[in-house]
T-cell receptor
């Protein structure tokens, strides 16, 4: 079974600065997908970014980008120019070939004005 | 508006009293799934359904039932709720359930079992 680990329960960043959230996963599969989801206080789960394992190029969505290191099984999320609205829980998730989504324990991001 | 809806959003009940949490999507999605979220554990899958009349267990199915009689609806049933089922529940759906599809989540249902 796959496991996803987010080693930072909480992170803090100054507004307009850059922050990186860590995620590692354990798998024996070669083909899979990785996701970052954002959960604001409303509790809604919002997709931030996704990465296909067979693609070497790191995914980017506006201020959000990932550093995908397949050999190291690492998938970190970088948020540039942090905004107050970025404050939320962030979950890393792994999707296997059987379409089962496994989530990490989450990282709470606080943004200081 | 394309969305996944859940009802109720909040529910307090007592041990042993059967309850149903409804989930509905208006995107004509084949795949639907239920998750529970507990502190420090992220989301864990309870059941999923690839299409009508096809359901299968996820990681934590004990104490739950589901049904998929129509494409748009996927209710979660707790026949005899217990306090360890106190949690935040999410329904999700995706178009075909094929590998790599993004799952879209409902707003969540917070359940407290006394």
């Amino acid at each position: 079974a796959q496991t996803v680990t987010q080693s930072q329960p909480e992170m803090s960043v100054q507004e307009a600065e850059t922050v990186t959230l860590s995620c590692t996963y354990d798998t024996s599969e070669s083909d899979y997908y990785l996701f970052w989801y954002k959960q604001p206080p409303s509790r809604q789960m919002i997709l931030v970014i996704r990465q296909e394992a067979y693609k070497q190029q790191n995914a980017t969505e506006n201020r959000f980008s990932v550093n995908f290191q397949k050999a190291a099984k690492s998938f970190s999320l970088k948020i540039s120019d942090s905004q107050l609205g970025d404050a939320a829980m962030y979950f890393c998730a792994y999707l296997n070939a059987g379409n089962m989504l496994t989530f990490g324990g989450g990282t709470r991001l606080m943004v200081k004005p | 508006e394309a969305q996944v809806t859940q009802n109720p959003r909040y529910l307090i009940t007592v041990t042993g009293k059967k309850l149903t949490v409804t989930c509905s999507q208006n995107m004509n999605h084949e795949y639907m799934s239920w998750y529970r979220q507990d502190p420090g554990l992220g989301l864990r899958q309870i059941y999923y359904s690839m299409n009508v009349e096809v359901t299968d267990k996820g990681d934590v199915p004990e104490g739950y039932k589901v049904s998929r009689k129509e494409k748009r609806n996927f209710p979660l049933i707790l026949e005899s709720p217990s306090p360890n089922q106190t949690s935040l529940y999410f329904c999700a759906s995706s178009l075909l359930g094929t590998f790599g599809e993004t799952q879209y989540f409902g707003p969540g249902t917070r359940l407290l079992v006394l």
